[in-house]
């Protein structure tokens, strides 16, 4: 039986989802390295590295592209979260949180302190890729809108006081520091120096994921995956896909 | 037509001969002149003693030569200096205003945009202020656009908060526009591009760059449209709970703390995932 099959792989991103997180992290790291020099301008190597740019203008338009394109990218999943459902006739509402991802975290304490040794069982997303996932809707929206207002301050100040874009201002550089340290801490432990997945979890890559790590990952939905096409298999085939997470499935 | 053009060629070519070579003449009698100054202040040691103070009378010829006035006498600017030793000698904030006075005669125009501006006017009211040489350098005066120039883009800020140190100078440099220029931007504004080079005036005077009602007209000329909104609230801010500062020292506070709250959980659950592998490590399991 197919549902037994150890090798095959299971789609965990789309095509669409992975473009967006290429767009993402490509733009963060352009973003990084050309707003920290001006974070830390009189550091001793803020000069080094916008010399690497040849000069400041460069740098700054360096990190103006790398803004585009994460808005684009944001541009891109919010079109994408609207439109996709309406292409494939169905919605996801595997990202909510949920009281599920409170037990679950306190499940995880237990478990990882010793209290008890079974792990808590994940469904598609853990409360770890809820938290990371809305986390990007926050910073989206400090550094995209402050950063637009700094871009454009005079269309800013048709709407807004003085105060108000310099205060976005200051947001801008300690999100940004809320961000570098989330990503290069949080998420670099989760997806590179976990010892499961070192020197990389390559799922943003294929998009896939093979059966023993969704076993070990989200067993909660590998087991719905796999109830749903054994209830599948056993009826006609035009009544399958109402109700099924069909993205989940890729054999 | 063809000779008319050659003789207007041969023309110019005589008449930047003639002035060339006048040129040439005065420099090289200038340098000569020059020369009679410089066997004493020339010497690096040369100073005098004056209320207790050693004033230094050296002068760098070569730094002079490569200045702007290079080719000038030493007469140009020290006009009253006639006989040696010299007569009438004044120091400090008198050399200094007697020193203004000689440089409107071949930059009057600028001299009278200075006159009337708070610092022209401190030092008409005899009060300590900035005058040309404060901004500009004495034997070092280059051209605005040369990098050591005292006043380019890349020194001006140096410049003016040698005077306006503190507060204005802190919030300068947290600002955007600091942290640009000071990694040598070409484009953010520096103290001259809101306030001005020789016209400067102070907030109250209804003629300045910085008066509310004209702040709009002022960041427009670099940021497209003259908002009203650009006038309400204060550009010189520092980081203080109270004040103009206060929506910013409160935003700063509020993402420091969240950052470092989040950080710190994130790390213990890393740190608990570590712990747990750990453990099971070690049981082999």
Redesign the interface.
Known sequence: MSNLNKNRKFERFNIHQRLQHIMMFTSFIMCTVTGL??KY??SWW??KV?ALFG???N??TVHLIGATIMLASAAYHLIYLVVYPLVKREISTAAFPTFKDVTDLVHN?K????LTDKPPQFDRYSY?EKFDYWAVFWGMAIMGGSGLM?WF???A??Y?????I??T???HS??A??AI??IF??HF?NVHF??TFFPMNFVWFHGKMSHELMEHEHPVELARILEEEKKGSSKDADTVGSKKPSSNLKT | MNSRKILLVVLVGILTILVGTTVAAASTDAAAKNQKCLQCHGNKDFSIKHDGETIPLYVDVEQYQQSIHGTNSCETCHADVQNIPHKNVVYGEELERKIDQRCQTCHGNVNKEYRDSIHGMLQAEGKETAGCSDCHGSHNIRKKEDPLSLVNRTNITETCTKCHDGHIAESYAESFHGKAVSLGSTKAATCVDCHTGHSILGPEDPKSTVHKDNIPETCASCHNQAQPNFAEGVEHWTFEPDGPGKPMYYTLKFFTWLTIITIVLLIIHIELELFRRYRDARRGS
Not at chain 1, 160 to 164: A, I, S
């Open positions: 020099p001006i301008n009189h803020a000069p916008t000069g400041f203008d740098m700054f304490m478990y990882l302190i010793g770890k700094m301050p005079d269309i100040a048709t807004f006081p003085r105060w108000l310099e205060s201002r200051v947001a300690d999100e520091m809320l340290l989330a801490i949080w432990y976990s010892p």
